[in-house]
């Protein structure tokens, strides 16, 4: 089983503050994903990182995939109560059944005024 | 626009009888998965269809059934629900299973079990 570990599991910010999550592995992946998952709704993809290193910008969000393809970072800049939700990441192992999504424990992120 | 729908929204049952929950897409994609998630937890999931083939999931319990008569539906059957399968169900669809295709998924089911 592949677990992939997210930190923090909750944080609580003010608007305009920076932060970063984390979501890390013992194992590899052929890719991971991160997507943001609001109340009452599924998760939506923010953004797929393929390659060792790999750095993708998506306006205020920055990812990063490790050099290792083990563990992710995404950070935020200057954080807007629009961005609150649950982020998870999620490694994708390549098999013969097709590609499997597991997804990390989650980071439940809220921005106040 | 295209898109994977749930229904219905929330459900209620009672301990040990039996449910359904529905799953249409209009992406007309391959790939159908379920999964569950739990409150504050990561979904987790089920069993997943590519095109007729049904894939279970090695811990998904027997009580967990699915069906999908054509490409656009398919049906999660919790055959005797029990308190500890009070979720939300998430159904999502990929275009196939090569590669890195996105899973675009539904708004969930939120089942709660009395």
């Known amino acids: 089983t592949q677990l992939l570990e997210q930190s923090p599991q909750f944080l609580s910010i003010q608007e305009g503050e920076n932060l970063t999550v984390y979501c890390n592995s013992s194992?590899?992946?052929?890719?991971l994903q991160w997507y943001r998952q609001e109340p009452g709704e599924g998760p939506v993809l923010l953004v797929t990182?393929?390659?060792?290193?790999e750095v993708k910008k998506l306006k205020r969000l920055t990812f990063q995939f490790g050099d290792a393809r083990k563990d992710s970072s995404l950070h935020i800049t200057a954080a807007q109560p629009g961005d609150t939700g649950l982020y998870l990441c999620?490694?994708?192992?390549?098999?013969?059944?097709?590609?499997?999504?597991?997804f990390g424990t989650g980071t439940q992120l809220k921005v106040e005024l | 626009d295209a898109m994977v729908i749930q229904n219905p929204r929330y459900q209620v049952t009672q301990f040990g009888k039996p449910v359904t929950l529905s799953c249409s897409q209009t992406?007309?994609?391959?790939?159908m998965y379920w999964y569950q998630q739990k409150s504050s937890q990561a979904p987790k999931l089920l069993f997943h269809?590519?095109?007729?083939?049904?894939?279970n999931e090695a811990d998904t319990p027997d009580n967990f059934q699915s069906r999908r008569p054509n490409t656009s539906f398919c049906f999660l059957d919790i055959r005797s629900p029990g308190l500890g399968d009070a979720a939300m169900y998430l159904c999502?669809?990929?275009?196939?299973?090569?590669?890195?295709?996105?899973?675009?998924f539904g708004p969930g089911t939120r089942l709660t079990v009395l």
């Open positions: 999502a669809t990929s275009r196939g299973l090569a590669g890195f295709n996105e899973q675009f």
């Open positions: 990182v393929v390659t060792g290193g």
């Open positions: 194992s590899v992946f052929s890719s």
């Open positions: 999620a490694g994708i192992i390549l098999t013969g059944g097709g590609n499997k999504l597991t």
């Open positions: 992406l007309n994609h391959n790939v």
């Open positions: 269809y590519y095109d007729k083939d049904f894939n």
